[in-house]
């Protein structure tokens, strides 16, 4: 979105960032089965197609809400602000309307993303299960592995923020901690593949502290997100300082 921006594209018609979903959604369940095949815990055949079936429905609905949502931005939709207060939706005629795009947003934020971030973090789990081997054979994390670790960690990053997964992730690496403490008294250790994990959740857990403590004092983004857990979303972020400081850069050189 950043580099190819919607703008570049027809409205009506499917973008890079558009395409590149696609591209994810059709990728992701060939990963999450390739994982499960590692895993030395086996799914039931009807559990593993419900969960694929369920990834590739929520990241669907995560595709078209996403869509729309970037041809908004383009008419001054405001992602910082719930459906109701955004001013684009206050002159919306009927008003009946904006109950529909609530509609959208609700199936993007809650519906779609459980659809998707449960099975992901399932089969994240149960792989990190099979990433164990002998005391006596104990890894290292390969040279690849640290190279990997950093764009791993914002990835986890991404998906904690922006999916708004917190509890999900934190509830993952809880049981991954518990299964290295269990597997340590029978003598297993973390493999180079658990370690990279490890380390990759603990790096993504210090990057999302990061950002929540540079974030705490907003007053709009805590009115967009209430609550105990407060994670704002980086695309909130975007539209309420860095898409507006464009603006005002830009404003300012046409005068």
Not at 50 to 58: E, K, M, S, T
Not at 138 to 157: D, F, I, K, R, S
Not at 222 to 235: C, D, E
Request: overall charge positive.
């Amino acid at each position: 979105m950043l580099v190819l921006p919607a703008d570049w594209f027809p409205s009506n018609r499917p973008g890079a960032a558009d395409y590149l979903h696609i591209l994810y959604n059709i990728t992701t369940p060939l990963v999450l089965l390739k994982m499960l095949q590692r895993s030395p815990r086996t799914l039931p055949r009807t559990a593993v197609r419900l969960g694929i079936i369920a990834v590739v429905a929520g990241t669907s609905l995560h595709l078209a809400a996403d869509s729309i949502t970037r041809r908004l931005l383009l008419i001054g939709y405001q992602l910082h602000l719930s459906v109701r207060d955004n001013p684009l939706m206050k002159d919306l005629k009927p008003p009946s309307l904006i109950d529909a795009f609530e509609l959208l947003f609700y199936y993007d934020d809650t519906i779609g993303h459980l659809m998707w971030y449960v099975p992901l973090f399932l089969v994240l789990f149960l792989f990190f299960s099979g990433c164990f081997a002998h005391r006596k054979q104990e890894e290292t994390m390969p040279p690849a592995g640290w190279t990997l670790l950093v764009p791993n960690a914002a990835y986890y990053w991404y998906l904690i923020t922006e999916g708004q997964t917190f509890i999900l992730f934190i509830f993952t690496f809880f049981v991954m901690t518990a299964t290295v403490m269990r597997q340590r008294r029978r003598g297993m250790v973390p493999d180079g593949n658990g370690l990279f994990m490890l380390y990759s959740f603990s790096a993504a857990l210090f990057l999302v502290a990061v950002w929540v403590v540079c974030l705490w004092n907003d007053g709009v983004l805590r009115k967009k997100h209430p609550g105990l857990i407060y994670v704002p979303q980086p695309r909130a972020v975007y539209t309420l300082h860095l898409r507006q400081n464009a603006q005002t850069e830009n404003n300012f050189q046409h005068v």
